[in-house]
């Protein structure tokens, strides 16, 4: 009873942990906006500062079932990278050059949402009535939100809001078609492997566009890049795979909802941003949507 109890305990810890870094990371890049630096360069510090460690994870780590493991299961993960990492990721840092962290993490929060409509559209899978007003009440909470928001500068508000969901649309896409590989290769291999992938695409799409020339930037910027690629990329990554393996994904979804919430008390004291009561009421709307919809799926 007293070991079941610690693994509890200490899958809470790992879990509250884990959601508060990924949440950090939007607040981090808002900071490093501030010294002039642009989206795709800021993303390459982030990615490349990270990729050494997954690089040795890769290495280290083995395959779970390396028999079952194909020629073409390779190539979907090069696909899956692409998108699921890569894609997400330059979407969400150009969004962020337009709206508040805080409205950042709550769109990227209804991403369960979108996980149940692709696995219908795709797959099939049925939807439940109660799934069904579940989404509708998330949207409702999202609309709640930019409508309290789009006064004060429409169309970048509105510019903003669509990149992160498309952020979110890919991350979607992503777990939703990576599904299948990841009992094949085992979570750390498979997300090295992906992690990999997205780097690889992120240094080709910066070389293209910017060539061999890299800027100079003041030093808080690459301290800001280093923290994001550890403390919000590869530390929580790792902390919330022990937390569901811990908790279950049923449990660990009702701390995801902490995401919104860290992520506007950290943008509250370090970027100064704040919220109305109209928009803390549609963040709660959303994230009874979000909860119920993951409630269910699992």
Known sequence: MSRKVSVTGSGILLAIIGVVLFSAKAVMVKMAYSYGIDHLTLLLFRMVFAFPFYLLIAMLSKPLYPKEIRTKDYLWIVFFGFIGYYLASLFDFMGLQHIKAGL??????????????????????????LQILAIIVTYVGVFIIFWDEVGVDENTILLGGFLIFLSAFTYASYLVGSGWLIPKFGVLQFTSYAMIV????????????????????PKEVYLLGLAMAIFSTLVPSFLVSAAIN???????SIFGSLGPIS?????????????????????????????LVSRIKV
């Open 263 to 291: 992520t506007i008390i950290l943008a509250f004291f370090f970027l100064d941003e704040t919220i109305s009561l109209v928009q803390i009421f549609g963040m709660l709307v959303v994230i009874a949507g979000v909860m």
């Open 104 to 129: 950042e993490r709550i769109i990227l929060f209804i991403y369960p949402t979108i996980v149940v409509l692709l696995s219908w559209f795709i797959f099939g899978k049925k939807i439940t009535k």
């Open 246 to 252: 811990r908790l279950g994904a049923s449990t660990f």
């Open 198 to 217: 997205s780097t690889i695409c992120l240094v080709v799409h910066y070389l293209f566009v910017n060539g061999f020339r890299l800027s100079s930037y």
